[in-house]
């Protein structure tokens, strides 16, 4: 049985935000296809709890490491993993590890761990380096200094960051991107093939009950809903306030946006939900964190899933899981960014576009009140855990062979 371990900048042993959701994929599509899977996070203890942490990760805890993450969050991964490259006990738990596991293939998520095998392969024999891209990291910073982000040195940890992720695609074996795009792109850069990999979403194989808390709340309170999904990561909440700049007065009574997950918090947090919060609060329904188990049935029983985001990077999985619910997709040409091929032939018959808010709020009461064309189910497959194993199967037995 072949060997891979996967190398995270976090630890993988309960997934939650997006990047570890698509890390946790990987892993599980590639056992599917016969690999045996180690995963190793390298990260630091302050940002993720104990109770998340893998039995192989490699967790760092001086004090001064997590100072300089904090104090600079755009690029806390950058700062974590070059404080980590250069501790010399970091270096030589995963060298440990290299010689003890033997794998065949060690599959890097993100650049910034590159920092830290480099070092290590230099006394180990060299496996082959997968590196999987879920964001071309540089260009994504520079849009969210406009949120009050950047800090002292923020461009020349751009430069560095570019190095680093144009370093590491010429020096992988094989380089996986989430995005057509962003493939096009590191191809371009690198001189490199690049294999498009797109996100999957575990709703894509999943049935929901038809009676459940959401469709019963639903008719209790006679109201229809739009489903939106997310964290409270940046992009999600500006691309909502984006959307809906003028609040939520342009809904019926009857008609709402039910929110799941962080994002519905940090909503009503914000200072621009409440200068429409009467009539927000008449609007939203916020649930809190939902269950894996409960996020088909949240979907099914809505009108349709919106997807209001405007920036960001790489393939955004709320979009994977809006494409997998199997019903009418509202969304920007940002949040569909890297699905090109996935949605080219059903766009205007089940996945809609809207990039103003006029355009967007017209889409969302035709959804509510009249009904919009549900996503096609051949675009649930697209997007199946069962297509990323075909997609990495053919790719992974060639660097078994490859000199």
């Known amino acids: 049985m072949p ?40 990260y630091h203890a302050n940002f993720f709890p104990a109770e998340e942490w893998g039995n192989l990760d490699i967790v760092i805890s001086a004090p001064a490491v997590a100072r300089r993450a904090l104090d600079d969050m755009l690029f806390a991964d950058l700062h974590v993993a070059r404080d980590a490259a250069a501790d010399s006990g970091v270096i030589d738990q995963l060298r440990m590890l290299l010689a003890r596991l033997q794998p065949d293939v060690v599959h890097v998520e993100h650049p910034w761990d590159w920092l830290v095998l480099e070092r290590a392969l230099s006394t180990v024999d060299r496996p082959k ?57 590191i191809a371009q850069d690198s001189g490199r093939d690049v ?19 959401f469709s019963q709340t639903a008719r209790d309170s006679q109201c229809r809903y739009a489903a939106l999904m997310g964290s409270a990561y ?21 008609e709402q946006i039910w929110v799941a997950g962080a994002l519905g918090a940090a909503l009503c947090e914000d200072a621009r939900y409440q200068d429409f919060q009467s009539v927000n609060n008449a609007r939203l329904r916020t649930w809190g964190y939902v269950a894996d188990a409960d996020k088909a049935s949240f979907f099914a029983a809505s009108c349709c899933v919106i997807v209001p985001v405007h920036i960001g990077a790489g393939a955004k ?41 006029d355009a967007f709020r017209n889409l969302v009461r035709s959804a509510l009140r009249e009904g919009l064309p549900s996503c096609p189910t051949e675009v649930r497959s697209r997007v199946s855990l069962q297509r990323m194993a075909e997609t990495l199967a053919p790719l992974y037995s060639g660097l078994l062979t490859q000199e």
């Open 317 to 357: 999985l709320k979009t994977a899981d809006a494409l997998a619910s199997g019903r009418p997709v509202i969304a920007t040409s940002h949040a569909i960014e890297g699905y090109g091929p996935l949605v080219e032939d059903v766009l205007g018959r089940g996945v809609f576009i809207a990039d103003t808010p």
């Open 195 to 213: 294999a498009y990999v797109p996100a999957v979403s575990d709703l894509a194989s999943s049935n929901p009950p038809l009676h459940t808390t």
């Open 234 to 254: 940046w992009p999600n909440v500006e691309g909502f306030f984006t959307t809906f700049p003028n609040g939520l007065g342009f809904l019926g009574q009857d």
């Open 129 to 185: 380096v997968v590196y999987s891209s879920q964001n071309i990291e540089w260009s994504a910073r520079p849009p969210m200094f406009e949120l009050g982000l950047k800090r002292r040195e923020a461009d020349r940890l751009v430069e560095a960051t570019r190095l680093l992720e144009s370093e590491f695609a010429r020096a992988a074996d094989l380089t996986l991107a989430i995005s057509d795009i962003e493939a096009a792109l």
């Open 3 to 42: 060997r891979c371990l996967v190398l995270t900048p976090f630890p993988l042993a309960i997934p939650r935000h997006g990047g570890q959701v698509r890390a946790a994929s990987i892993v599980q599509a590639l056992r599917h296809t016969g690999w045996h899977v180690d995963t190793v996070g390298i």
